[in-house]
């Protein structure tokens, strides 16, 4: 393995970039964690590019010594195609994201308990007192080391909306829904290995709705009565949808309207039973 040492562009900042071979993201980033020099270790995803305040904004967070971590929203380029923006209003979404747009869409600044890394800036004496992510899962990695950071050291995680980079997203629909899956696999799972976090009604109501909408069908074949209550409730889902999904600031995009409204309900189910299998799998295997 050979480190590269090198200057940016503007010549002027020494970067230093050190392979790791294929490994999880967790393992490249505990990897880098003796190579770091600095007091501060900043998270940012491959397909993510951050706002040239980033750091800036970052680091007056750290004034506090009391805080151990800052986080900032992920927002979608303006540059992403179509499809990639509808992904990206589909999580920006409160139907889908509930209260944790702020993730995706700039709120107010709050301590968290559980963030993203791919917009993660943590101090270094604190991962090295945890020993890095410590975990192979991925996705997943993150939510370990922001558990051990509020409940094992008692430290604090900010978000901070000015803290922000851009982050490209998987287009509607196939690349989409397979994040998905992954995302609600192993939150299921970290229902039970990491209740702490994850044990929250807001994670199970995908997966409430979905069987809603299936067991109600299936029981409102048979049931007379049923049936016109079900249909109502069904079509009144359908009518929150198309609301929450329309575009209402900036412009009006018939065909990026629709494709909201069919990502959102797509999403809503896929979460809804892969989080289910997440929760009914014994032992999920972890990243190498």
């Known amino acids: 393995m050979n480190d590269k040492e090198g200057l940016s562009p503007e010549g002027s900042v020494p970067l230093k970039v050190v392979p790791t071979g294929p490994v999880g993201p967790a393992r490249k980033r505990d990897f880098a964690l003796p190579h770091a020099k600095g007091e501060i270790l900043a998270f940012i995803d491959d397909d993510a590019f951050p706002r040239a305040d980033w750091l ?42 509930g209260n944790f747009v702020y993730r995706y869409i700039p709120g107010k600044r709050q301590e968290v308990e559980d963030y993203p890394s791919c917009n993660f800036l943590v101090r270094k004496n604190i991962m090295e007192q945890l020993g890095g992510f410590d975990t192979s899962f991925w996705p997943g990695e993150d939510t370990k080391l922001c558990l051990d950071i509020t409940k094992k050291l008692g430290k604090k995680i ?88 329309f575009p209402w600031q900036g412009r009006k995009n018939f065909r990026l309207w629709l494709l909201i409204i069919m990502g959102i309900i797509a999403t809503h189910f896929t979460y809804g039973v892969y989080f289910i299998k997440g929760l009914l799998t014994t032992k999920l295997a972890e990243e190498k």
């Open 158 to 245: 900010i978000y901070d909306p000015t803290v922000l980079v851009w982050h490209h997203r998987r287009s509607l629909f196939l690349p989409h829904i397979s994040q998905i899956e992954n995302y609600a696999l192993h939150r299921g799972y970290f229902v039970k290995k990491f209740p702490q976090t994850s044990l929250k009604i807001s994670y199970f109501m995908p997966s409430i709705l979905v069987g809603g909408i299936i067991l109600g069908g299936i029981s409102s074949l048979s049931n007379m009565l049923l049936r016109p209550l079900y249909l109502m409730g069904f079509s009144l889902y359908l009518i929150i949808v198309c609301i929450g999904s």
């Open 56 to 97: 800036t904004n970052a680091l007056k967070n750290f004034s506090d010594p009391f805080v151990a971590a800052v986080g900032g929203p992920a927002i979608t380029p303006d540059n992403d195609s179509l499809h990639q923006k509808a992904s990206g209003m589909v999580f920006g979404s409160p139907l889908v994201s």
